[in-house]
């Protein structure tokens, strides 16, 4: 008895144990897998790779001002990114160890590495603190999903990540990258149809940017439901961003470009007005909208055709009853004046004996599931197989498959449902792709195959036609901007819905992608013809000029709101033909530096608490001099914020001192516009089509002020690729008030401008009787100008709405190609 009581308490304590121990374990196994301490150190000239208890990291310089961070539980694997392009440049670089942390010193930023645990803050050299981790959290795990987590700075502003909705300042939102075909959002959707995981932080007089290059899902926390800490983090694979420092947000977005890369020069057509609709058919209705545009004189470049060219929506044909001859129709239209884009999208529909589709089976480049079968989703066209835009053998065969447009006379591919959508929107996640053959899913390619289709796009229309392509699209990751336009989709025929597609092009400009539109108008819905009109006032403002609407809805073409719409379109229409050389050489300013055409103002004024209040923050500059203030159909009044600095009214030259609200009268005849005090405007005479060419004489507009300004003006062939060789004109102008001149420095480059003559026109000059260029005296002559016509008087009991005008001074000399200076007396 006393042999079983014993073993009874043996027994008793092991059990008691054994909970105790399971107890604690459960305790210990929480479901968030820290990074953990720092094990081991190894530095490798500018870069440093680490072991810590739960992790791999390595860390390197890429620059004076951007540092990679890349982190994942188990070694690094080989690198592939389809957004980053750029490649580390040689930095001087000071890297110190010791038991506590890992310096990182460049000429423009500290980085601290704290071992215990692993910890990165980000310092400015004089030692102010940019972005730090959040202390007890810094980077972990939850599943297969890693997050960074950043500690929240006093009244810290986020700004950008591409195509998302909300208001400019981000703080208190949580955001979603995966592409989403989201018919007719509302105003404050997430996620839509593009993503790009960068963004600008804002605090005490600093700036930086963080890009998460990560194709996977990924979510991006500022504040939402928390008062500690922002995040960034992705549903898969590695936390591998970049870190930004720079004094100024126009800086960031540079390292951001040199990063992803910058577009190339558009096709000149590409930036004139372009006229769509789901659906223009047959090829007489195509021609008729064509001819009514030319006859009312609504200056234009482009016709659209939806899916209703094709036959039964199948790729790379045409629907041969609708368009019996494609190439008489595009020649036609090119003979008109205009170029032709036609939608292109991914689905190749599963129809044995066409030939596109046979080829691609024999060929072996579509998408399959885990077991080899190629996957099929249904379309547009039925049951379609999807071409994989991550393999060579796959890019290769939709680059040949372009010259199909290219011998039709097509001159742009718009790259639409490319999310991928499919009918049920849930591709299953077993789907496959090549990766440049180390394999991954659909949950890795999902946010990536828009910009990969829209690259492909573009590689084979330019193989086929020698010439700049034009390539639209709607779905896209970052680095989309070398290659493609974006549009902001399927918006709605309503006030709230243009103000934010405004907000949409502000933070894709400052997400690096300067080429952007919306649908004028809205897609869904029938605007009023007051929200219509204050639309294309806007879309005149947009680098992509694009007026579309859905089927079964009323005609949206400018004439069809009304005489008086009809006037205000040709009005803003017109001026922005005119502003062609500004709006081109802002183009070239893209290509260079990253800068977008659309420009929020926290670009210039990031710390200027005015232009994020919800009353000013749809305000943007169009290129760096003319600030374009949208409003809402139907006010009579609106309040505006001018930042500091002298304006410019630019109907009538009325000046108005900067740092200042304001309240304007609205007219419906125009949209409010400044001019900034010191710019210089080229301009050039109107033409119906950028096929024609303007008169001899270069407008250069030139606003009095307290500034000195520097401006490039850049002319080129506008269609091919001879630019990249020299064969271009470039010219700096420089305008100094404190001696009072411009000069026009020597031109660079191989070509001559197309303009013989400039005719200086000056505003804000009063008092001077004469110029001198190049101490030869040429006498100013006094004109007025109005940049629009004045509306008719419709009405027999109505007024004539006649337009605002100005008192300006002018003088016309030779264009010259030795250095000019004009001394205005």
Request: aromatic residues 12%; neutral net charge.
């Amino acid at each position: 008895m006393k042999k079983t009581i014993i073993q009874s308490t043996r027994l008793l304590l092991l059990f008691s144990s054994a909970l105790f121990c399971n107890s604690n374990l459960l305790k210990a196994q929480s479901p968030v897998t820290t990074i953990g301490n720092i094990k081991s150190v190894k530095i490798s000239n500018s870069s440093i790779n680490l072991i810590t208890e739960n992790a791999f990291a390595s860390i390197t310089v890429y620059s004076p001002n951007i540092i990679r961070v890349r982190i994942d539980r188990q070694p690094l694997k080989k690198d592939l990114s389809y957004a980053v392009v750029g490649a580390p440049e040689k930095t001087n670089v000071k890297i110190e160890d010791n038991s506590n942390q890992v310096s990182i010193i460049t000429d423009s930023i500290k980085a601290i590495i704290s071992k215990k645990p692993f910890s990165i803050a980000y310092y400015t050299p004089d030692g102010r603190i940019i972005n730090e981790s959040e202390k007890g959290l810094t980077t972990s795990w939850v599943g297969t999903e890693v997050t960074a987590y950043r500690h929240m700075q006093q009244g810290e502003r986020f700004i950008g990540l591409g195509e998302k909705t909300g208001n400019l300042d981000r703080n208190g939102n949580g955001y979603t990258n995966w592409n989403t075909d989201a018919f007719g959002y509302s105003a404050g959707q997430d996620p839509i149809y593009s993503s790009i995981p960068f963004y600008i932080g804002i605090h005490d007089s600093l700036n930086y940017g963080i890009f998460l290059d990560n194709t996977f899902q990924s979510d991006f926390n500022f504040g939402a439901s928390n008062n500690r800490f922002s995040s960034f983090g992705a549903r898969d694979g590695e936390m591998n961003y970049y870190f930004i420092y720079h004094t100024k947000v126009a800086d960031i977005i540079k390292s951001y470009t040199y990063l992803t890369g910058r577009m190339k020069l558009p096709p000149l057509w590409s930036l004139g007005y372009q006229q769509n609709r789901y659906s223009y058919y047959p090829d007489t209705e195509v021609l008729r909208i064509a001819q009514t545009l030319r006859e009312k004189k609504i200056p234009a470049d482009g016709i659209t055709l939806d899916i209703h060219y094709m036959d039964r929506y199948q790729l790379f044909t045409w629907d041969k009853e609708r368009f019996p001859n494609p190439v008489l129709m595009t020649n036609k239209l090119k003979e008109m004046g205009f170029k032709t884009t036609v939608i292109v999208d991914p689905g190749i529909k599963i129809e044995p004996g066409a030939a596109a589709y046979e080829k691609g089976l024999k060929e072996d480049v579509y998408i399959k599931y885990s077991d080899g079968k190629n996957y099929a989703g249904q379309v547009w066209p039925g049951w379609c197989n999807f071409t994989d835009f991550t393999s060579e053998k796959g890019r290769n065969f939709w680059r040949s498959e372009m010259k199909f447009f290219a011998d039709n006379g097509v001159s742009g591919i718009w790259n639409d449902m490319n999310e991928i959508a499919t009918w049920g929107q849930k591709i299953p996640n077993n789907v496959v792709f090549d990766f440049e053959g180390r394999k991954g899913t659909i949950m890795e390619a999902h946010n990536v195959y828009g910009s990969l289709m829209a690259r492909t796009s573009y590689e084979g229309a330019k193989a086929a036609t020698h010439e700049r392509p034009f390539v639209l699209t709607r779905a896209g990751y970052a680095g989309m901007q070398r290659y493609t336009a974006i549009w902001t989709g399927d918006n709605r025929s309503e006030d709230d819905h243009m103000l934010a597609g405004v907000r949409l092009l502000n933070s894709l400009g400052l997400s690096g992608v300067p080429f952007t539109g919306m649908d004028i108008g809205g897609f869904t819905g029938n605007p009023s013809q007051g929200l219509f009109a204050r639309w294309i006032q806007l879309g005149a403002f947009f680098p992509y000029f694009r007026n579309h609407t859905a089927i079964n809805t009323k005609s949206s073409e400018p004439w069809t709101y009304g005489e008086e719409v009809t006037e205000i379109s040709r009005n803003y229409i017109s001026l922005r033909y005119k502003l062609l050389p500004y709006l081109y050489s802002t183009f070239f300013e893209a290509t260079q530096s990253g800068l977008p055409i659309v420009r929020s103002l926290a670009i210039d004024n990031t710390f200027d608490p005015n232009i994020y209040n919800t009353e000013f923050q749809n305000q943007f500059l169009f290129g760096p001099s003319m600030l374009v203030i949208p409003v809402e159909s139907g006010k009579d009044f609106t309040k505006i914020y001018l930042p500091k600095g002298n304006w410019y009214y630019l109907y009538n030259d009325e000046k108005v001192t900067g740092n200042s609200q304001k309240i304007i009268e609205l007219k419906k005849q125009e949209l409010p516009v400044y001019v900034k005090e010191s710019s210089i405007i080229p301009m050039q005479s109107l033409v119906q089509s950028t096929a024609i060419a303007p008169t001899d004489t270069l407008l250069i507009h030139l606003y009095k002020g307290t500034e000195p300004n520097t401006y490039t003006y850049y002319e080129d062939d506008g269609k091919s690729y001879e630019y990249e060789k020299g064969v271009y004109y470039k010219r700096a102008i420089e305008y100094n008030p404190i001696n009072n001149n411009i000069i026009f420095e020597k031109p660079e480059g191989q070509m001559n401008s197309q303009f013989k003559y400039v005719a200086l026109i000056l505003h804000g000059f009063d008092g001077e009787q004469s110029i001198s260029v190049n101490g030869k005296t040429v006498q100013l002559q006094k004109s007025n100008l109005s940049l629009l016509s004045s509306i008719s008087k419709f009405d027999p009991q109505g007024q004539a709405k006649a337009a605002d005008g100005t008192k300006i001074l002018s003088a016309i000399f030779n264009n010259d190609s030795d250095k000019l200076t004009i001394d205005l007396k």
